[in-house]
């Protein structure tokens, strides 16, 4: 060490002696030791290489730094340079390899970022059902059968309490609930038989208060219908309730969340295992700790900023496209299932950005700590 | 001599140095690489990312005209509009009205009816008034209205119709008359003259009449139509 720093002192371009020993001891032994790049002190990679780029720009330097150094012969320093050359060469390679593992890191973590999303919210079974069975969707669902069986009693010339007796919001939400479990086959409880059975059960308590309603109010009934009419009735409120209830498209939705789901846990373990694999290469190719950890921190910046652009497609989607579906209530519920899935992307993306001013904040201590 | 310039040339390029060393620092402690590094790779994923997105996009969109399709807009998200009535700013067109939109109003006093009339024969429309068919035509002289009602609400009494009674019908603008033909209770309205009015609601006010497929319809043949400014 003395050796080097009289070689420091005394050639002008005084670095290259110096780094280019650090450098070579540290290119070979940081794999082995960690030790070693921090006996190198004073010494950052930049420094280095920016020594060694002079140093290669200018013969003329090494020449007189030849002269110079008594114990030095022509050979020794050509031998020199070369070295410095083939190391200079190793730096660039490994900061090419770095970044291109860094970025790979990058694609494959925001990719198992966006997986995992997509696999929590959108492809969801359960928040896909939520859409039919919040509270909000069976409360305007019961207002909306409860509206239409009033302008049916109004209709049929029969008081109100006919459908608002025997229409609970209960008996509704479990109508609901059975066909929606049973759909997505979420529950064993429920099944088609039983969503069949409870708006059965609807619909005989219907015909029953019907019937007493009129009963009781002492009305007379059309003579042409005095056997039909109430069930007549109780099956025009429970095919609109069935109308409102059963959802089209519930079988294409289910096939796409059973393959989607799928592929996104095949996506999720091998983007994650990418993802591992690349971070290991990401901090095999460095000389400096510091560096390796600022290599990471651009791919988990990258990944979180990824995620925002995407949420800002979306949005600019849903700016420029007219989202209405009828009934309004459901176009209300499919938004709100859409708001959230959207706002997952959102905490993911700042979940992202904390952890990379995490390693950003750790990469600065371990820099300083060089310096 | 030689000595003092080696000295010069020296110190010189550790000065060179020194700020080469100063400057890569500062570009190093910058934040910089931190948001342009990030940005690029972002740009580059981009390449792939957007025809992805675009895709999923276009997938999400077609299905979304899909089901606006099946589930187009229903009475349940309808509500009664009068605001182009009372600023006189309908248009009696019937591609230019809307549903549920007022008409006019319907006054036949001699058995007690006056309703406003709403466009369409639908639940809400017969909610609050009377119904005017959207197959109705507007051509003053020849109009043919059909109007239709609850027996047990706005039609209430149409059954003591009588032939020579006058009905009106008041626009935005007009006030037509029309004289009662006949009030009948058959299966179909029985029309002769193409322009006329026809007012349909359920044969009795009786539970259930309403799956009867007997109706009552009162047909009235136009009688005269007269500007509303002059009244």
Not at chain 2, 34 to 55: A, E, H, R, T
Not at chain 2, 216 to 223: G, I, L, M
């Amino acid at each position: 060490m003395e050796d080097k720093n009289t070689d420091f002192k005394l050639t002008p371009s005084n670095e290259t002696p110096s780094t280019e020993h650090s450098h070579h001891s540290s290119e070979h032994t940081h794999h082995s030791s960690e030790h070693t790049h921090h006996s190198s002190s004073g010494s950052s990679s930049s420094h280095r290489s920016s020594s060694h780029n002079s140093s290669s720009h200018h013969p003329s330097s090494s020449s007189h730094k030849s002269k110079s150094h008594h114990s030095s012969t022509h050979g020794s320093s050509r031998g020199s340079s070369r070295r410095h050359r083939t190391e200079v060469q190793i730096l660039k390679r490994n900061k090419k390899l770095r970044t291109v593992f860094s970025f790979l890191l990058f694609l494959t973590l925001s990719a198992t970022a966006i997986f995992s999303v997509l696999k929590i919210t959108v492809v969801n079974t359960n928040r896909v059902a939520d859409i039919f069975i919040n509270n909000d969707y069976i409360n305007a669902l019961y207002e909306d059968v409860l509206d239409y069986s009033k302008d049916l009693c109004r209709k049929c010339a029969i008081p109100e309490e006919c459908a608002t007796s025997a229409i609970t919001v209960k008996k509704i939400g479990d109508i609901q609930k059975a066909y929606t479990y049973g759909a997505f086959e979420m529950d064993e409880m429920y099944s088609e038989s039983t969503y069949v059975d409870l708006i059965k059960s609807l619909n005989r308590s219907i015909v029953s208060s019907t019937r007493s309603t009129v009963k009781e109010n002492g009305l007379e009934v059309e003579s042409t219908q005095k056997t039909a009419g109430a069930s007549t009735f109780a099956n025009e409120i429970t095919s609109y309730l069935q109308d409102r209830v059963e959802f089209k498209y519930v079988e294409d939705i289910q096939s796409v969340i059973n393959i989607c789901s799928t592929l996104f846990e095949i996506g999720i373990v091998l983007f994650a295992i990418l993802s591992v694999a690349f971070l290991l290469l990401t901090i095999s190719f460095t000389d400096k700790k510091y560096k390796a950890i600022r290599a990471v921190c651009f791919s988990v910046y990258g990944a979180s900023l990824l995620d925002f652009v995407l949420v800002l497609g979306v949005g600019i989607v849903a700016i420029f496209k007219d989202f209405i579906i009828y009934p309004l209530y459901f176009c209300q519920s499919v938004s709100t299932y859409i708001g959230n899935c959207i706002w997952a992307f959102v905490i993911e993306g700042f979940l992202l950005f904390l952890i990379g001013t995490m390693i950003s904040a750790i990469c600065w201590k371990y820099k300083r700590n060089i310096e | 001599m030689k000595g003092m310039k080696k000295d010069t040339a020296s110190k010189s390029e550790h000065k060179h140095s020194k700020k080469h060393r100063k400057s890569s620092k500062k570009k190093e402690r910058g934040i910089l690489p931190y948001i342009s590094n990030p940005l690029i790779y972002v740009l580059i994923s981009l390449i792939v990312v957007l025809p992805v997105f675009m895709g999923f996009t276009k997938g999400a969109v077609s299905f979304v005209h899909k089901v606006q399709k099946d589930y187009s807009i229903d009475f349940n998200d309808v509500s009664i509009n009068t605001d182009k009535f009372d600023n006189n700013t309908l248009v009696y067109e019937n591609d230019r009205i809307g549903a549920c939109e007022k008409v006019g109003v319907l006054k036949y006093e001699s058995v007690g009816i006056i309703s406003d009339v709403y466009y369409g024969i639908n639940r809400v429309s017969l909610r609050e008034g009377i119904g005017l068919s959207s197959k109705s035509t507007f051509d003053s002289f020849k109009s043919k209205l059909s109007l239709a009602g609850y027996s047990t609400r706005a039609l209430k009494g149409l059954s003591n119709a009588k032939a020579g009674d006058i009905i009106t019908f008041e626009t935005t603008d007009k006030i037509y008359q029309y004289e009662v033909e006949s009030n009948t209770v058959s299966a179909n309205p029985e029309v002769q003259s193409s322009s006329v009015m026809v007012i349909s609601c359920d044969d009795s006010s009786k539970a259930f009449s309403a799956y009867s497929k007997q109706k009552r319809y009162v047909v009235a043949s136009f009688k005269s139509m007269r500007d509303k400014k002059g009244e």
